[in-house]
Structure formats: structure tokens, C-alpha cells
């Protein structure tokens, strides 16, 4: 079973991954998508997941692997149709995550009409840092996220950048899945995302929020 792990030691079995798509205009604008408008939501199996230090491994089915760094939302209470104003309430902590996309299976898939799951929920295909209680995070709203490969600078953005806060995203989103302890929300990425290779090593980072370094096989 994969668990989401607190700084201070606590642990939450993972239940569902709920992430959002086309949340930062700068990302939207480097895919040459248009600004939805509601969000865009997906889902990531909790076997997608792995922590710092282990090994994605790309499907055989691809040949063209994306990073997408991430403010991700460790739910810590049951809760189904809160309001924005509470809904930060919801949350036990915050922490980084990696969203990897095989995107051109998800491109593919687009143009014919067909979902992506295989695109986003394969093995591996969740990187996911230790989470920040939330008592430790004063603003969601003001926190920077990098993402380096081998060292290089790839990602640099903020989270004031999102289209939909995250106190926006948890109530939206309960409003259509009752969210339990345990289940996480990737919030969206900024810009600069790019093709992984074999050998390659990914590392996201939240300063004050978590830390995630893996490898590529």
C-alpha cells in the first residue's frame, strides 16, 4: 500500500489522486491549449506513486516522457461540498510532486477522441515528496516551484500563478467527489516542461513545503 507521509511522522493511506490540468496560462500557452474555463481534471492511480531516491520507469509505448513539477494537497479530513472560504481546513499538509506525461500517447489519444489515463497513470508515474503539515505553510498562494534535470534549471514558477487557488480546487472538487484522509490533489504545473531520457535525474523542490529527487531508467 502507498502512504502519503507527514514531516512529523504521521501517515495516510493514499486513496484517490485527483489532478488539474491547464492551471498556469504560461503552461497553457507552451502546449497551445486554450484557457479552460473550469478545471480540468484527471486521475492518477495510487500505484503511480514513488519517493525520493527510486526510479521512473518509462512505458515502452512511448518515446516522449514530459516533467510536470507540482504543489501537491494532502487531504486530511472527510469532506464533500466546502466552501472555499474553509477549505484549506481540509488539508493535512503539502508537498511536491512530479506529474509525468507520456505525452505523445496523451497527444494521440487527444486526437481521437479517446481518454489518457494510460498517459498519466502508468507505474512510476507519480514522484511524490514527504508533505509539510499544514500548520507549517502559511500562503499555498506564495510558494516557488523548481524542477531541475542533471542540474539544469527547467521550471521556475509560482504558485501566486495558478488560475484556480488552492482553496478554490478543493472545494470545486468536492463538490463533485466526496474527498477522504489521504487522497491528493496535484495542483497544476508552470511552465518549462520537457522531455525526460534514460539516465536523466529529475529533481522538484517547494522551498519550506518538500524535496523530490528520482532517477529515470
Known amino acids: 500500500m502507498k502512504t502519503a507521509r507527514l514531516s512529523n511522522g504521521k501517515e495516510f493511506p493514499i486513496g484517490k489522486i485527483l489532478c488539474i490540468g491547464r492551471n498556469y496560462v504560461d503552461h497553457i500557452s507552451e502546449l497551445g491549449n486554450e484557457v479552460p474555463t473550469a478545471p480540468v481534471i484527471f486521475m492518477k492511480p495510487a500505484t ?110 509560482s504558485t501566486a500563478l495558478m488560475i484556480n487557488s488552492a482553496a ?14 489521504g487522497d491528493i490533489i496535484l495542483t497544476g504545473t508552470p511552465a518549462g516542461v520537457s522531455r525526460v531520457c534514460s539516465g536523466d535525474r529529475l529533481c522538484a523542490e517547494i522551498s519550506g513545503v518538500g524535496r523530490v529527487e528520482v532517477s529515470v531508467h
Open 168 to 181: 478554490r480546487l478543493v472545494s470545486h472538487l468536492s463538490a463533485i467527489f466526496t474527498l477522504e484522509p
Open 48 to 157: 503511480a506513486v514513488i519517493y525520493d531516491g527510486e526510479e521512473v520507469v518509462v512505458p515502452d509505448y512511448s518515446d516522449n516522457c514530459h516533467h510536470e513539477a507540482e504543489l501537491a494537497l494532502l487531504i486530511g479530513q472527510q469532506c464533500k461540498g466546502v466552501a472555499e472560504e474553509e477549505a484549506l481546513g481540509c488539508v493535512a499538509g503539502y508537498g511536491v510532486a512530479i506529474d509525468l506525461t507520456l505525452r505523445d500517447v496523451q497527444d494521440g489519444l487527444k486526437k481521437k477522441g479517446l481518454p489518457w489515463d494510460i498517459a498519466k497513470g502508468f507505474d512510476t508515474a507519480c514522484p511524490l515528496s514527504e508533505f509539510a503539515p499544514a500548520a507549517e505553510v502559511s500562503d499555498p498562494q506564495n510558494l516557488n516551484i523548481r524542477l531541475t534535470v542533471n542540474g539544469e534549471l527547467r521550471q521556475n514558477g
